[in-house]
């Protein structure tokens, strides 16, 4: 066979492969299938900040979150929570966040406790995310709250009493938008209440930034 019929061949039968796959794709899409209701509840974990909906059942403590924290945590964030340069300090900062260097830490910045499990639940220990049971974060949460003072070192926490939790910058934060003029019902017509007044315009600000002679 020449090498142009030998190339002719392969061409024939590569367009007749991509129809058979054409064909049994069209048949069956390959869509995936439904999720499990098992499947549905791993992927479900979402912890509410504000009231702890969402929270599991569950119970751990401070005494308990101790060793955890010294064999998971501190490599990155520190014996005493205070931060191994790159990883973040989990405490310290106390009225820092108004300085030109704020320190944003669980205890100075978050404005939720019931976040602080959602996000060890989902993203901690770095290694092997996921990898904790309820009463094992739970008891990180407490000892992370203990190293910022706002738990005893005797103190227990499950779903309620972690999200009556409040934590020091909960006022600190304000609404996405939280100009006078937004309302849930804006105004669309007649909205002035007073004659527009130009106060200045593009020229009067070029005059004023150009250098006198």
């Known amino acids: 066979m020449c090498r142009y019929s030998r190339s002719f061949a392969a061409a024939a039968l590569l367009l007749a492969l991509s129809a058979t796959n054409l064909a049994a794709a069209e048949r069956a899409p390959l869509l995936g299938h439904a999720p499990t209701p098992t499947a549905l ?21 401070v005494a308990a979150g101790e060793p955890l924290f010294a064999n998971l945590c501190a490599a990155c964030h520190g014996d005493f929570g ?41 993203a901690m220990p770095f290694r092997s995310p996921g990898s904790l049971d ?16 706002l ?8 779903a309620a009493s972690l999200a ?16 006078p003029d937004v309302k849930a019902s804006p105004c669309m017509q007649h909205c002035r209440s007073a004659p527009v007044k130009i106060i200045s315009d593009s020229a009067d600000r070029a005059g004023a930034a150009a250098p006198k002679p």
Do not use: H
């Open 82 to 122: 205070e931060g191994i340069p790159p990883y973040p300090a989990l405490t310290g900062g106390r009225g820092t966040l108004d300085t030109n260097a704020p320190v944003r830490s669980v205890g100075s910045f978050w404005p939720y406790a019931p976040t602080l499990f959602d996000y060890i639940r989902r």
């Open 41 to 61: 509840a791993a992927a479900d974990i979402d912890v509410r900040g504000q009231d702890g909906q969402g929270l599991p059942p569950g119970r751990g403590s």
């Open 134 to 149: 309820n009463d094992q974060v739970y008891s990180l949460v407490a000892y992370v709250l203990y190293l910022n003072d």
């Open 164 to 179: 009556a939790v409040r934590m020091p910058n909960r006022d600190g934060f304000v609404s996405p938008d939280p100009r």
């Open 151 to 158: 738990l005893a070192k005797n103190a227990t926490l499950d």
